[in-house]
């Protein structure tokens, strides 16, 4: 019963390095969202897909790209990190089609950009 | 600009109390408006909704009032546990535009035994 999973939790970047975090639900979902959590900032949703082959930006898409490899996984990529992307990244995803639908999120991956 | 303020940032409140939360929101199509429980280490995790179309819902020792005229909801926690203790959020959200929820920034609870 694993719901949403995240890899890694833990990441330590060097300025400019690139990475991939990876987001996989088992809940048959069709829409994933990719949020950052920084203190006193709630959540910002960065990007999102509401259904396979579909991505769109959300709030705060700079410096990052999204791949939506098929319906179960939703990975979310920088290509150079900077220390502004210092931050706790969470994946969600939603059932598809449904208003106000309950968003189930992952544990988070905790990011360091040095 | 927050679409979304949340006070306070932090509560102490002693077990058995009565812990508050507020949001305001300035989109006035916001049409869904839920409550976030996140622990540590943890993924926020639903607690409870409501629609504007109702001023009040609650479930167990958790409450949402709601206001629409002003623009405002909280979140009541009556009779506070130590296990209570987590980071609440509110969001909110247009229903017919994805399920994107626009959160708040966050209270982080605690309750003293």
């Known amino acids: 019963n694993a719901g949403v999973t995240q890899t890694p939790k833990f990441q330590v970047l060097k300025t400019g390095q690139s990475m991939t975090l990876q987001c996989a639900q088992d809940?048959?979902?069709?829409?994933m969202y990719w949020y950052r959590q920084d203190p006193g900032m709630g959540l910002r949703l960065i990007y999102y897909?509401?259904?396979?082959?579909?991505?769109d930006k959300g709030e705060v898409p700079n410096g990052y790209n999204v791949s939506r490899l098929n319906k179960r996984e939703f990975s979310l990529r920088l290509e150079s990190a900077a220390p502004s992307q210092t931050s706790v990244y969470f994946c969600?995803?939603?059932?598809?089609?449904?208003?106000?639908?309950?968003?189930?999120f992952g544990q988070g991956t905790r990011l360091t950009v040095v | 600009q927050q679409q979304v303020k949340q006070s306070p940032q932090s509560l102490i409140v002693q077990k058995g109390g009565i812990s508050i939360i507020n949001c305001a929101y300035e989109?006035?199509?916001?049409?869904?408006f839920p409550w976030y429980q996140q622990f540590p280490g943890k993924g926020p995790a639903l607690l409870i909704a409501?629609?504007?179309?109702?001023s009040e819902k609650k479930e167990g020792r958790f409450t949402i009032s709601f206001n629409k005229s002003a623009k405002q909801f909280s979140l009541h926690i009556m009779d506070s546990q130590p296990g209570d203790s987590a980071t609440y959020f509110c969001?909110?959200?247009?229903?017919?535009?994805?399920?994107?929820?626009?959160f708040g920034g966050g209270t982080r609870l605690m309750v003293k035994p």
């Open positions: 969600a995803s939603t059932k598809s089609g449904t208003a106000r639908a309950e968003a189930f």
């Open positions: 809940m048959n979902h069709n829409s």
């Open positions: 897909s509401a259904s396979e082959g579909t991505t």
């Open positions: 989109n006035t199509a916001f049409d869904y």
């Open positions: 409501i629609r504007p179309d109702v």
């Open positions: 969001a909110a959200s247009i229903g017919n535009a994805g399920n994107m929820l626009t």
